[in-house]
Each structure stands twice: as structure tokens, then as C-alpha cells.
């Protein structure tokens, strides 16, 4: 017996247990193994077509962070509203950030920083909605649950829950975002956490295990693989089975672990987010599709530089660490990066020091993805209150995505109503950076 050692108890809409996920039984015979869960995630994803191998790497700012201490310091702004960080020279001539993102500004020339991402939602649960999914919805702030699928979600339901090679799941959730699950998709679609039981589930128990009367083997993936060459096995498996063996038996269980990683990298990447970061790009180099990571702390209500000392400095080492090292390793052309946060905040600092919520001017970087870097798209208005050029919308941001990942941007699902409904229905890809 072989397990991941799952014991969910929830099952979807199709009978296959959740995403916490993994269970290989008596090499495919009796209970829910992992080939019936791979074979039912692929026929659950039979809608969309894998054209692309391209991964991206979600950075979300839970709090709604600052565009203007961020990457839109605007010091030609009257006092009250410029950037209280001071800014910083970027690699692109006549280019600056704030203050706080000296490493950041040295690889600025491999980054896009979009000056006019709008939104209409100054709300956490309902922007964070907005930007996740591409579609406003005002009753998340009330208690209400999310009514559109996430992008991960949706690539989860294109190309199916793993990758047809390596294994590895589709869509990852290092940290919980709100609004990043299927919603009417179905919990086949749903982000794979390593943090919880999945991560128990990930840690392969091999005890005794027999392939035959006669011989019993010893412990170890080694000996499991030798083994199944020598018994010829994987013959009679179907794709599933073999593709379930491959997770299992293969070092992509390895992305998850940093002691795989030359330890000179890891430094360079910094503590706790920068741990994180590696561990997406690992992740993607092994074949998931899209990974999540919340760094919170961002609703800077009061003493905005004071709170900014606290969160910038380890923004600012890991994403420049994962922007160089993407370009180094040659996988900026088939990994996108994204920055974003479910809002901005005021242009007009408070009486506190801080600044409040504010949608109409929001926070967006992004780096890789085979698009075009190494510049500003769009423009503020002189207060930094409002796109002064046209502004980019959150299903824009979600058309430039679907393109990276070759999802057509017409697709459609059937929604709770049975009706087919478009995953985009006005965006466009942000022209400046296709």
C-alpha cells in the first residue's frame, strides 16, 4: 500500500475526494486512488485545451497597498500628496519607486509598472473579489460568498488538476487569498495548500511494499522505480495510473523543499516572502500553472512610512531576488510574475500620517510572462486620484493573463444557472506589454 495519506471526507460534484488530495491504493485496485482523482480532474478540464506550458506566480499585498509609496511616487504632487517615502532611481531612465525599493529599482528594466490600474471597489472583500476573479461584488463585504472563479481556478478547470508530465497540481495556494477558490467551477478546481493536510499528505510513507508473492522490496523511491522497470508494471496501467506513479516516484515533490536548492540562492532571496517566492518558481519550473502568496500587512490607515520600514524592505529583497533569477534561468519568457492587492490607497495622506482605502487608483507590477518589460504603462492624474491616460481594469489584467497561459479568452462554464457564462466578457490585453 502506497499513500499520501489523505482522509478528507468532502467530495466534489463528480465523487472524487478534494484537493487535500492524495491517495495511491494497492497500485489502482479498490477505494479512491490517485489515478481516479487525476482521471476525473482531466475529464472535469475535457472543456478547455493545454496549449501553453506557462506558469504564473500571484504576489498579493493583502490590505490594499499603496500606489503611491509603491511604484507611482509622483514628487511633482503637492506635499499632501506625494509619496512620503521619498523615491528612488530606477534602470530606466526618468523611471523612480518609492523610497523603500532600492533592489527592486536595479532590475526595474525586467518589470512593468502599470500607473493606471482602476478599479470601483474600495472594499477588502469585494476589491480583493474584483481584482481576483474580474468582477466586482459588493455582498463579499457582507458576508456573502464569492460568485465568480478565480483565475487560478479557471486554468485549474482548462488544463485539468496536474500536469500531464511532472504530476505536479495545476494551482497552488502558498498563502489563503480571499476569493481564490472555483466557486461554481466545482472543489476539483480548487488551490492545492501544501501548508495544511496536504503537506502531511505530500511526505511519502513507504513501508513494505510487495509487487509480488515472492518478493518484498526494500524501502525508498529508488527501489520502488527498479522495481517497477524489472516487474514491468507500469504496462498495465493507463495514462491515469502511470501519471499518478510519476507524482509519487518523481522529484517534483522536491519544488516543495528548499534543501533542494543551492543554499547561496536561498540567501539571496531573504527570509519568510523570499522563502515563499523560491519555492513558487520551483514550483513552476516543475509544472504548476499558477501559485498564490499573500504578504498582508498593507491597510496603512496610520503612520504610512513607519509601517512601510516594517513591510517594504523583504518586498523589496524577494522580488528583486525572483525578477534577476527568473531572467538568469531563463524562464522570464515562460513565467509571469504579478504584484497587485485589492485596492490603492487615498492620494491625500490623513490626519494620521496613513492613508485609507482607495480603488480608483490601484497597485500592479508585473515581470516575465514573454511580455514586453522594462517600462511604465499609463499615466496618473497630478494627485495620483485617478488614471490620468486609459485606465487598466481588472479584466484587463485577467485577458493579459489568460494570454500568458494560452487560455482563449472567449471560453466559457456553465454557471449555477446552467447557463454558459464568459470568464471575460469586456477585457483586453494591456496593449502596451503583448
Known amino acids: 500500500m502506497l499513500n499520501f495519506l489523505a482522509n478528507s471526507k468532502s467530495v466534489t460534484c463528480e465523487g472524487s475526494s478534494r484537493r487535500d488530495f492524495l491517495r495511491v491504493g494497492s497500485l489502482g485496485f479498490g477505494a479512491l486512488t490517485l489515478a481516479d482523482v487525476l482521471r476525473a480532474r482531466a475529464e472535469a478540464g475535457a472543456a478547455g485545451s493545454r496549449t501553453k506550458d506557462t506558469s504564473v506566480i500571484w504576489l498579493w499585498l493583502g490590505g490594499g497597498p499603496t500606489h503611491v509609496e509603491t511604484f507611482d511616487p509622483k514628487m511633482t504632487a503637492p506635499s499632501e500628496y506625494r509619496s512620503v517615502t521619498g523615491e528612488v532611481k530606477t534602470n530606466i531612465p526618468g523611471v523612480t519607486l518609492g523610497g523603500h525599493f532600492e533592489k527592486m529599482a536595479q532590475v526595474a528594466d525586467r518589470m512593468a509598472f502599470v500607473r493606471s490600474f482602476a478599479h470601483t471597489n474600495s472594499g477588502h472583500g469585494g476589491g480583493t473579489h474584483f481584482v481576483m476573479t474580474g468582477y466586482d461584488n459588493r455582498q463579499v463585504d457582507n458576508g456573502g460568498m464569492p460568485t465568480r472563479p478565480s483565475l487560478g481556478s479557471i486554468l485549474s478547470r482548462v488544463r485539468g488538476g496536474n500536469h500531464p508530465e511532472t504530476g505536479m497540481p495545476t494551482y497552488v495556494r502558498l498563502n489563503g487569498i480571499g476569493s481564490d477558490g472555483p466557486a461554481f467551477l466545482g472543489a476539483a478546481c480548487s488551490p492545492f495548500d501544501p501548508n495544511g493536510q496536504a503537506k502531511r499528505n505530500m511526505s511519502l510513507v513507504v513501508d513494505k511494499l510487495r509487487l509480488d508473492k515472492r518478493r518484498e522490496m526494500l524501502k525508498g523511491i529508488d527501489t520502488v522505480n527498479r522495481e517497477i522497470d524489472r516487474s514491468r508494471l507500469m504496462d498495465g496501467l493507463d495514462a491515469f495510473e502511470q501519471q499518478a506513479f510519476n507524482l509519487v516516484l518523481s522529484k517534483s515533490q522536491q519544488a516543495f523543499d528548499l534543501k533542494y536548492e543551492d543554499p547561496r540562492v536561498v540567501d539571496r532571496y531573504g527570509p519568510g516572502l523570499g522563502q515563499q517566492l523560491l519555492q513558487a518558481r520551483r514550483m513552476c519550473e516543475a509544472g504548476c500553472g499558477f501559485v498564490t502568496i499573500q504578504y498582508g500587512g498593507w491597510d496603512m490607515h496610520g503612520n ?23 531572467g538568469q534561468r531563463g524562464v522570464d519568457q515562460n513565467i509571469l510574475f504579478v504584484v497587485t492587492g485589492e485596492f490603492g490607497r487615498t492620494p491625500k495622506i490623513n490626519g494620521g500620517a496613513g492613508r485609507d482605502h482607495w480603488a480608483p487608483l490601484s497597485t500592479l507590477a508585473m515581470a516575465g510572462g514573454g511580455l514586453q518589460m522594462g517600462q511604465v504603462v499609463g499615466e496618473s492624474a497630478e494627485k495620483v486620484d485617478v488614471p490620468k491616460t486609459k485606465p487598466i481594469r481588472p479584466q484587463d489584467l485577467m485577458a493579459t493573463v489568460f494570454d500568458v497561459l494560452g487560455i482563449d479568452r472567449r471560453i466559457q462554464f456553465i454557471n449555477p444557472s446552467g447557463r454558459p457564462t464568459y470568464m471575460i466578457e469586456d477585457g483586453r490585453p494591456i496593449e502596451e506589454l503583448v
Open 304 to 326: 504610512i512610512k513607519q509601517a512601510l520600514d516594517g513591510r517594504a524592505p523583504q518586498v523589496d529583497q524577494a522580488v528583486a531576488a525572483l525578477v534577476e533569477d527568473m
